[in-house]
């Protein structure tokens, strides 16, 4: 594997090796079926088994309780934008959004076909450099929506914003998921895309409180309820069978290496590595407001924008891969999911202490 490079890619994203080797197997020959895993059928005694293990095993990352569902739908985290309102929203309800980057703000977009969406904090006045404290709800939100790591903006809600009491809280965690404990009994609702945390793109995995399932609208098609999936073990059509098994061989990565107590750890030493260079440095600085930096993309700039492109190309040469910064915002980004090693930050580090003693 020493051809493998330092990956530092918003997503997809780096995955743990021993997953990608084990998947290797189980391409030709599924734990010994003769039948690769991607070829087994949905209904078969394999897959089901997969299934039934990934969920188990989703549940004791994050103690699920049994209220809770845990599905597996398509269509990527921006299905569920306007997923959960057209399951949650009646035409005269509102819903509260927190607008914390670029894709809280997709996500408010999506809801004007279903009800309200009612802004009830921003931090679009300071390019989303920062976590709002202040909320502003409306009167009887129907339920409250979050994204607790914006990826784009490179912030991070340090814990669970206080919501009016009774409120379901929904949050996007596609990219901060399992990156550290997760009180889920905080939250009606947790969703993310897998392509960073989790697995390969292609799979959505939510979390939702049964009772949510339960008061959902009927009256939309069948592929879009909450309700279809739970019932049906998310197998009402045809799963994405491969990456909900790579889900699982991550979950149990995840449990073999000390579960989210032990990804928290480790993703705050990762990230405090750049951080503290990132403070004393001369050269670069962070973008994001020290409150409210996120663990797990790191984003930063020269203030040069022509600096910014020597360094980033000058990286790449260099074997450290997607430090770009988000066409909409440039500068450099690190991401560090739970699979990236803390060996590729600090060697990260020393770049850029040697190429700033050169500028
Ligand atoms: N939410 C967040 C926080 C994201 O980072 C992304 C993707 N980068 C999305 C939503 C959109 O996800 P998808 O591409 O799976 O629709």
Redesign the pocket.
């Given at each position: 594997m020493s051809e493998r490079i330092f990956n530092f890619s918003?997503?997809p994203a780096i995955l743990p090796v021993e997953v990608l080797e084990e998947a290797r197997e189980s391409l030709l020959n599924f734990q010994g079926t003769g039948i690769g895993i991607m070829e087994h059928s949905h209904r078969g005694k394999a897959f089901s088994g997969v299934l039934a293990q990934t969920i188990a095993d989703c549940r004791k990352v994050a103690q699920i309780p049994d209220d809770y569902q845990v599905l597996f739908m398509q269509?990527?985290?921006?299905?569920q934008?306007f997923t959960i309102p057209m399951n949650l929203l009646s035409s005269d309800d509102t819903a509260d959004y927190l607008v914390t980057?670029s894709?809280s703000k997709?996500a408010v977009a999506q809801v004007k076909r279903f009800g309200t969406a009612h802004k009830a904090a921003s931090s679009e006045d300071r390019n989303f450099c920062y976590i709002p404290t202040e909320t502003n709800y409306s009167e009887a939100p129907k339920y409250v929506h979050m994204?607790s790591?914006?990826?784009?903006f490179g912030t991070q809600f340090a814990t669970e914003p206080s919501v009016p009491h009774g409120v379901p809280l929904i949050c996007?965690?596609?990219?901060d998921i399992f990156s550290r404990p997760l009180d889920i009994r905080k939250y009606g609702m947790v969703y993310a895309?897998a392509?960073?945390n989790l697995g390969p793109?292609g799979v959505?995995l939510v979390i939702v409180r049964n009772d949510l399932v339960e008061q959902a609208n009927t009256e939309i098609p069948e592929m879009l309820q909450y309700r279809t999936f739970a019932e049906n073990d998310s197998c009402y059509n045809t799963p994405p069978t491969f990456g909900i098994f790579i889900m699982g061989l991550v979950f149990q990565w995840i449990l073999k290496n000390g579960g989210l107590e032990e990804m928290g750890r480790s993703n705050e030493k990762k990230a405090s590595i750049l951080y503290d260079y990132l403070k004393t440095s001369e050269l670069f600085s962070a973008t994001a407001d020290s409150d409210s930096q996120s663990m797990m993309n790191v984003t930063f700039v020269t203030g040069n924008e022509l600096t910014d492109k020597k360094f980033i190309e000058a990286a790449t040469a260099a074997g450290f891969d997607g430090l770009k910064g988000h066409r909409s915002v440039g500068g450099m980004r690190a991401s560090i999911y739970n699979a990236f090693p803390e060996e590729g930050v600090v060697e990260l580090v020393r770049f850029m202490k040697d190429f700033e003693s050169k500028a």
């Open positions: 918003a997503g269509g990527g985290a921006s299905s934008f980057g894709w997709k994204t790591n914006n990826t784009i996007d965690a596609s990219s895309g392509q960073k793109s959505t």
